[in-house]
């Protein structure tokens, strides 16, 4: 695994910096890094940006408008723009219904999403969670029946991540209930301004509406939505969900909160010393940043096989459930 920067990296590593100056407010910087979550309109006007730049695809051959980056270029990229704060690239278009489009899309639907997806004119939710399923995907039970050339959707789906915004949502559907519960499942993809289609906010103990109940009465989808073969959808969503774990365990990120914390600790007084000072509170900050560490190198060598070819294996989700916890 390669970790020395190299003379290229160190050169795209500053090509990186100048970009982000060029392109990043320092009033949305501050923002952010005061805990603030920049508007629709200002995460559109970064993905923009960086789309002109030819950087918002990454994990995107070429030829449908990506870049390919080396493993290494992608996590410098991670890294700077985290600890500049800059808005995050919604995920559900770029990593996720993206690639998903490129491996099992039809050309018609490449042509006609993929655009959309870069330029920003199409803004995706994912619809996998039920109330009562949780991460237990198998057990859906959203119906999907197909009628001539149309199918007819009925269910709900929730934790549905900013949801209020999107475009188009794409969805496991249960088309088949027999046999394995996993070979009844398809992929579909539905535009959010279908009749039958309402959201519903939940608000998280911070206060904060960024999930939604998304409920799904009747509507009506086109057959040409769906993706891959009917009752394939497993296959699809195994697929994506290895492409999304590889990218969420958001070491860049925390880097940045621990540099907050540490800011805060310097300024917050305790027993007339300031909280850095404390040897409990060093502790518990040095085995974070032990954790973060080692978190980091793993990352690293998932991203340095995808580099080699190999597909996302279980490490990836060690990714999602270690950079969450920490």
Same mark, same amino acid.
């Given at each position: 695994?390669?970790?020395?920067?190299?003379?290229?990296?160190?050169?795209?590593?500053?090509?990186?910096?100048?970009?982000?100056?060029?392109?990043?407010?320092?009033?949305?910087?501050?923002?952010?890094?005061?805990?603030? &979550?920049?508007?629709?309109?200002?995460?559109?006007?970064?993905?923009?940006?960086?789309?002109?730049?030819?950087?918002?695809?990454?994990?995107?051959?070429?030829?449908?408008?990506?870049?390919?980056?080396?493993?290494?270029?992608?996590?410098?990229?991670?890294?700077?723009?985290?600890?500049?704060?800059?808005?995050?690239?919604?995920?559900?278009?770029?990593?996720?219904?993206?690639?998903?489009?490129?491996?099992?899309?039809?050309?018609?639907?490449?042509?006609?999403?993929?655009?959309?997806?870069?330029?920003?004119?199409?803004?995706?939710?994912?619809? !996998?969670?039920?109330?009562?399923?949780?991460?237990?995907?198998?057990?859906?039970?959203?119906?999907?029946?197909? &009628?001539?050339?149309? !199918?007819?959707?009925?269910?709900?789906?929730?934790?549905?991540?900013?949801?209020?915004?999107?475009?188009?949502?794409?969805?496991?559907?249960?088309? %088949?209930?027999?046999?394995?519960?996993?070979?009844?499942?398809?992929?579909?993809?539905?535009?959010?301004?279908? &009749?039958?289609?309402?959201?519903?906010?939940?608000?998280?103990?911070?206060?904060?509406?960024?999930?939604?109940?998304?409920?799904?009465? %009747?509507?009506?989808?086109?057959?040409?939505?769906?993706?891959?073969?009917? %009752? &394939?959808?497993?296959?699809?969503?195994?697929?994506?969900?290895?492409?999304?774990?590889?990218?969420?365990?958001?070491?860049?990120?925390?880097?940045?909160?621990?540099?907050?914390?540490?800011?805060?600790?310097?300024?917050?007084?305790?027993?007339?010393?300031?909280?850095?000072?404390?040897?409990?509170?060093?502790?518990?900050?040095?085995?974070?940043?032990?954790?973060?560490?080692?978190?980091?190198?793993?990352?690293?060598?998932?991203?340095?096989?995808?580099?080699?070819?190999?597909?996302?294996?279980?490490?990836?989700?060690?990714?999602?459930?270690?950079?969450?916890?920490?």
């Amino acid at each position: 695994m390669q970790i020395e920067l190299l003379k290229s990296d160190l050169i795209f590593k500053n090509e990186v910096r100048n970009f982000i100056k060029e392109n990043h407010s320092e009033h949305l910087k501050a923002k952010i890094a005061n805990g603030g &979550k920049a508007t629709k309109e200002e995460t559109v006007n970064w993905q923009i940006a960086l789309n002109k730049k030819g950087w918002l695809a990454p994990n995107w051959p070429i030829n449908y408008g990506g870049c390919e980056w080396t493993s290494i270029q992608r996590y410098i990229f991670e890294q700077e723009t985290s600890l500049a704060n800059t808005p995050q690239v919604i995920p559900f278009g770029v990593n996720m219904i993206g690639p998903v489009l490129i491996k099992y899309g039809t050309e018609e639907q490449k042509k006609f999403f993929l655009p959309k997806i870069l330029n920003s004119e199409h803004w995706w939710c994912q619809g !996998y969670s039920e109330p009562g399923s949780g991460s237990d995907l198998a057990s859906l039970k959203t119906k999907a029946e197909k &009628k001539g050339s149309y !199918y007819f959707i009925n269910g709900t789906k929730t934790w549905t991540t900013l949801a209020q915004f999107a475009d188009w949502i794409f969805c496991l559907v249960r088309t %088949n209930n027999e046999g394995k519960q996993q070979e009844g499942i398809s992929f579909i993809m539905i535009d959010m301004k279908s &009749k039958g289609i309402s959201v519903e906010p939940i608000i998280t103990i911070d206060g904060s509406h960024e999930v939604n109940t998304v409920y799904l009465e %009747n509507v009506k989808v086109p057959v040409e939505n769906l993706i891959f073969d009917e %009752n &394939k959808g497993w296959t699809v969503a195994k697929y994506l969900l290895g492409h999304e774990r590889s990218t969420i365990a958001a070491v860049g990120r925390s880097k940045s909160a621990i540099l907050k914390l540490k800011e805060i600790a310097k300024s917050e007084i305790i027993n007339n010393e300031p909280l850095i000072k404390d040897t409990r509170f060093r502790d518990r900050m040095t085995k974070l940043e032990m954790e973060l560490f080692a978190l980091e190198y793993t990352e690293l060598r998932v991203l340095s096989e995808e580099n080699k070819g190999s597909a996302p294996g279980p490490e990836a989700s060690l990714l999602k459930i270690r950079g969450s916890e920490i």
